[in-house]
């Protein structure tokens, strides 16, 4: 309930931090006297509050859709540690995403699902630091709970009768999805190429398609309406996932946190339990 | 719209005999003032217009002319275009086959609840698109309620399937269809029906020899309403019948899959897509609109 | 034509024997209907009178309600549906079908019961011949002039060679020159028409033209019926004395005087007692600046001019005061008298010129 409250508020003073800087030192000082209250800030937040003492404000992040479970826990998370900051979202394909931010969109992070979506961002300028890999993710199986068809491999996908989708090449988990098929040199047609990996998913789960290849992550989320099945080739494409500053960001120290939060240890907990792997060293 | 149907103007015609020639059919020109728009509406209509045409002429400013060529020298695209069309039309057959009797039922018959049945049949207008997928999903996908029955019985199965396009698109199209034929019967006088069943016709001679002849206007323009609807639909093609080249994957589709990362294809796919449509309409305006009434 | 005793129209027999019984509401029609082959009735009465129900009735578009019959030739008619009946009918706006020619709105008809296309076309365009519109049988109905349509009309409800005819103010959507045409034209088909016509209409000359009967509808029900000259001759209520323009008044007689129920007097020539009807026509009515002195005229009333309104070529007077009646006078007259609403005259009345006969 109390929490509930506090969102609210903050909810509001966020349209009027935007009509003028005063407002916003204002709920600075005012942000800044609460903090005092809190002591349960993680390593993380303690690591960024030494360069930035006092954060408040808005972070605006903008992430792919895989990322939706994990950053909407860290975003929780962080909000906790830093009183007075609200972490807001934008989750999506990483193309529209990507395609968003070099048109314009107000955001201070960015973190894709592909560095080539990434690509799309640096080439333009738009990146204020260099994107570093957070978390890396790996192409599974999704079948039917109990797994009727038996698939056990990526060559069984390619049997006659089975309905299959995958994501369109345009998106990373379709063109992922490519490469291991040509690495295992696989001819499969699918009955759709889906828009995105959760629409893929879908499939799977409303029984329309006896399997999805889509990401480990999304399998998980999944829970028990779809089964994964590993499969070897998945090693030949897996897919980084690149976090980077923005240049235009309004809130360059919150943003800087943050990322050191999905850096951190803890970070990279809540992550790897949905299913990331982490990033080769 | 178009005009309502009216009776013929006997009543207030007068004999030829007295007025030198038999007066022509009601004109349209009577409720068009001459003279300036009062500012108060000029305005806003000049910024409506605006609005609607901007964003297509900016389609056009960005368009990549340079690689229009061989954007369009693409199979994909002519492929996309022809399911399109294809659907398009299908569509609009399903929804006047079924959307025609049941705008019927709707303006010329009283049961219990035609209120709310009214509402629902209009629901698909409101519900977005993918929703509307999702729930075709539910109902006739393979698992779906009576999809299942299909499967098992008769071995149909419409996600993923160019027939499943057809049933999307008809989903969304079809309240346009029924909400103007509907609007239509209830503008015509319904005792012509009453004449032709004087002259021996039963009720449904009556409705295919005379009602369906006096509301071919509000046919024809629902039928293009939705037409188009079907043309332009994307959230429940691509959710209940999937994406695949050829089979399912419609211009929409298409453009928004290109849009992912290339953007001159998906403009391009675009203006094919505005240009068709707009020729279509307009040539339907011409031969249908404007000649039935 | 024969005139026929209604009386004699028995279910078994031929022609239409109905009680049409509708209720709607508050509204109950209630009407009594016979007529053998051949003839030609008119259903007369005010606005929402239910005339038009009671041919909807007749038609099967509306149903009838408990306590209602039809028969026609015959056969019992209360739940055929409409296509089934052996019955045209020409609509009050004629309801050509817009989509279809002059033609093929005759053969509409024929082709619903079951004639072949082409031998429905060949009789459509006899009818157009004996129309005279031979030459507009491709003309669609919005371009015809409303005599034309009329005609075509006409010539569809008969195509389909109906034991009755039914015509919903035939002549009410035409102007004054051509439904003098028209009613003559009509009287001429009626004329030929072997079966029963029943016909709607509030113009009591369209009626007493076209019809050998005239059955008077107010209210729901039959207020009087009889032959046109009967009628005109004998109104029984306020509103078809007004239709056939007399001046009409409910009394008790004793000889040759008709005491009024609130009123004067009024000596008549008929020698009656009783309750009776008084009926003189307006034109019989003589109007004087001052009390006629050597006047011959029993009947005297002193009246004020209440108002005046030109009708045909003379100004019909409303009279107030003793007896309120409407008088007929010439312009002339009336600018002689220096009549103007509020002026006070004498009234006088020939007895010879009122007709009286029992209530």
Known sequence: MTTRSARRTRRTTRTLQVAGAGVAALLALSACSSSDDTSDSSDAAKSSTSSSPKLSGTVTVFAAASLKESFTALGEQFEKAHPGTEVTFSFGGSDSLAASVTGGAPADVFAAASPKTMAIVTDKGDAATAPSTFVRNQLEIATLPGNPDKIASLKDLTRSGLKVVLCDKTVPCGAAAQKALDASRLKLTPVSYEQDVKSALTKVELKEADAAVVYKTDVKAAGDKVEGVEFPESAQAVNDYPIALLKDAHNTAAAKAFIALVRSPEGQKVLTDAGFLKPAS | ?293 | MTETDPVTAAPSGKGLDARLVVRRGSFRLDVELSAAPGDVVALLGPNGAGKTTALRALAGLTPLSEGGRLWLDGVRLDRTPPESRPVGVVFQDYLLFPHLSALDNIAFGPRCRGVPKAEARTQAAAWLERMGLAEFAGTRPRRLSGGQAQRVAVARALATRPRLLLLDEPLAALDARTRLDVRAQLRHHLADFEAVAVLVTHDPLDAMVLADRLVVVEDGRVVQEGGPSDIARGPRTDYIAQLVGLNLYRGEAEGHTVRLEAGPAITTTERLDGPVFVAFPPGAVTLHRDRPSGSSARNLWQCRVAGLETHGDQIRVDLTGELPLAADLTTVATAELGLRPGSSVWATVKAAQTHAYPA
């Open chain 2, 1 to 293: 719209m178009s005009d309502p149907v009216t009776p013929p103007d006997i009543s207030d015609a007068p004999a030829d005999t007295l007025t030198g020639g038999p007066r022509r059919g009601r004109g349209r020109t009577p409720g068009r003032m001459r003279g300036g728009a009062p500012l108060p509406l000029l305005l806003p209509a000049l910024v409506g217009l605006v609005f609607l045409l901007l964003p297509l002429v900016a389609l056009l400013v960005r368009a990549p002319w340079g690689s229009l060529s061989e954007q369009l020298a693409k199979p994909e695209v002519w492929q996309a275009l022809r399911l399109s069309l294809f659907s398009a039309t299908a569509a609009t057959a399903v929804s006047l086959v079924l959307g025609v009797p049941l705008a019927w039922l709707l303006a010329r018959t009283e049961f219990p609840g035609r209120g709310l049945v009214r509402a629902l049949v209009t629901l698909p207008l409101v519900l977005p698109p993918v929703v509307g997928g999702v729930a075709l999903l539910l109902a006739l996908g393979r698992n779906g309620v009576v999809g299942r029955l299909l499967d098992s019985w008769f071995g149909i199965t419409l996600p993923f399937t160019t027939a499943g396009v057809v049933v999307a698109e008809a989903f969304v199209a079809m309240p346009f269809l029924v909400i103007s034929v509907e609007g239509t019967l209830r503008a015509a006088d319904p005792r012509y029906e009453e004449a032709a069943m004087t002259l021996g016709a039963s009720r449904f001679t009556a409705f295919r020899r005379v009602t369906l002849p006096l509301i071919a206007p509000g046919i024809a323009a629902g039928s293009v309403l939705a037409w188009a609807r079907a043309l332009g639909e994307f959230g429940a093609t691509i959710t209940f019948a999937g994406n695949f080249p050829g089979r399912t994957q419609t211009m929409p589709l298409a453009v928004y899959l290109a849009l992912q990362n290339d953007s001159d294809a998906a403009i391009a796919l675009s203006l094919v897509l505005l240009l068709v449509s707009v020729a279509v309409l307009a040539g339907l305006r011409d031969r249908w609109m404007t000649a039935a009434s």
